[in-house]
T-cell receptor, first 112, second 117 residues
Framework: LAKTTQPISMDSYEGQEVNITCSHN???????ITWYQQFPSQGPRFIIQ???TKVTNEVASLFIPADRKSSTLSLPRVSLSDTAVYYC?????????????FGSGTRLLVRP | GAVVSQHPSWVICKSGTSVKIECRSL??????MFWYRQFPKQSLMLMAT?????????EQGVEKDKFLINHASLTLSTLTVTSAHPEDSSFYIC?????????????FGPGTRLTVL
């Protein structure tokens, strides 16, 4: 199973750009990288998914280097409501299923 | 798109009773759904993989006779906690797999808070 390593916590201020880096040294050739956001007492919310290079959507960007052993989630101009836990996950395809093994995530605190 | 619902959002029950939690994919079909459990301040722990029309696959250490999973249709999976005890109190979250287009993505439900008295 491909494991991921993220910083336990990060602090930021409103309006700043936040970059959260995740290590996944054992990523498999067919695995995609997916990031989720979770607020207390809620299910994780899909943020972004990518395979290589750069992916951008309306809420975030995902940077993946050529060796794919890490990825960086970039949140532009964070607000207080972005305070949450962010999980980086690498898909593990087993028997055509797609299990996700959650690590500890990164607890982001956005201050005024 | 890709909305997953759970029902109920919270439930309180007496020790020894059984509780059923429903997970529905509202706008897509999902042959595969997943059930997770999350304790306070901890990460999500995968309990089992639910496959439509076949038996669920349980993770190591999860009792299949205690956590019954039924995936009767392409949009519904249920988790029944049988003979619940206080240690089963937790936040249960399901997800549904949206497959296709070369990528597979799990979309999560809002979770169900179970409290066993």
């Amino acid at each position: 199973l491909a494991k991921t390593t993220q910083p336990i916590s990060m602090d930021s201020y409103e309006g700043q750009e936040v970059n959260i880096t995740c290590s996944h040294n054992n990523i498999a050739t067919n695995d995609y990288i997916t990031w989720y956001q979770q607020f207390p007492s809620q299910g994780p919310r899909f943020i972004i998914q990518g395979y290589k290079t750069k992916v951008t959507n309306e809420v975030a960007s995902l940077f993946i280097p050529a060796d794919r052993k890490s990825s960086t989630l970039s949140l532009p101009r964070v607000s207080l409501s972005d305070t949450a836990v962010y999980y980086c996950l690498v898909g593990d395809s087993v028997d055509s299923s797609y299990k996700l093994i959650f690590g500890s995530g990164t607890r982001l605190l956005v201050r005024p | 798109g890709a909305v997953v619902s759970q029902h109920p959002s919270w439930v309180i029950c007496k020790s020894g009773t059984s509780v059923k939690i429903e997970c529905r994919s509202l706008d897509f079909q999902a042959t595969t759904m997943f059930w997770y459990r999350q304790f306070p301040k901890q990460s999500l722990m995968l309990m089992a993989t639910s496959n439509e029309g076949s038996k669920a696959t349980y993770e190591q250490g999860v009792e299949k006779d205690k956590f019954l999973i039924n995936h009767a249709s392409l949009t519904l999976s249920t988790l029944t906690v049988t003979s619940a005890h206080p240690e089963d109190s937790s936040f249960y979250i399901c997800s549904a797999l949206l497959a296709g287009g070369g990528t597979d993505t799990q979309y999560f439900g809002p979770g169900t808070r179970l409290t066993v008295l």
